[in-house]
């Protein structure tokens, strides 16, 4: 059995969202697509924190 990939926070946080975005354009119904847009927003605010964390960590991390 394979381990899954463990990704970095802002990569995984990034395709969450992008993953949120996907099913609010294919929703079949308004309540869903209005579910999925909220799991964007907050997938989106994540990234958004994670990128801010980034830029202010040591140089030597990036």
Known sequence: MTK???FPPAAYAM??????V???I?????EESQA???WAQAWYQLVQRK???LQHAP???H
Not at 15 to 20: D, E, F, N, V
């Open 22 to 24: 996907r099913r609010t």
């Open 36 to 38: 999925a847009a909220r």
């Open 4 to 6: 899954p990939r463990k």
């Open 26 to 30: 294919s929703a079949s119904t308004v």
């Open 59 to 61: 140089r030597y991390l």
């Open 51 to 53: 990128l801010d964390q």
């Open 15 to 20: 395709h969450r969202q992008m993953m949120a």
